[in-house]
Structures are given as structure tokens and as C-alpha cells.
């Protein structure tokens, strides 16, 4: 497991450093597969179905390893 550092403002305002582990895996998708998840994020799992040849978990699992979800919640306006 690699890890990397990153920080983060406790609640008195102090900064922490955590370590961050990272699990490395091999994935079967390739950089063309992952560019266009990347590129057409804002369709539906059902239309990238459509256009990838994975299951709905992959495609949602592979969202997330890309930070496409996470990505999301900071785009979303409130």
C-alpha cells in the first residue's frame, strides 16, 4: 500500500497531517474507457451502460476511484 500525506483544519483551526492510504490495484479499464467516463460524467449509469462495456457497480466504482464523485458534491450548488 502507498500512502500520501494531506492536511486538514481541526476545529480550533489547528492543521493536522494525516496519512492517507491508497490501495494500488490493477483495473481492467483502459485510458480511452476511463477519458470518456471522464468526459461524459453528467450521463446517466444507464447511458454509459450503453456506451462501456461494464456493469452498473463497475462503472459506479470506477466513478469514484477517478474522484468523479466526489467531484460532484463540490460542483453541486446548495
Not at 45 to 66: C, G, N, Q
Amino acid at each position: 500500500m502507498a500512502g500520501f500525506l494531506y492536511a486538514q483544519t481541526d476545529l480550533l483551526g489547528n492543521m493536522k497531517r494525516y496519512l492517507k492510504q491508497t490501495q494500488l490495484t490493477t483495473s481492467n479499464w483502459t485510458t480511452e474507457q476511463d477519458c470518456f467516463l471522464i468526459e461524459n460524467n453528467s450521463l446517466s449509469v444507464h447511458d454509459l451502460i450503453e456506451h462501456l462495456p461494464f456493469s452498473e457497480e463497475e462503472i459506479r466504482v470506477r466513478r469514484a476511484v477517478l474522484g468523479l464523485v466526489r467531484r460532484d458534491k463540490q460542483m453541486k450548488t446548495y
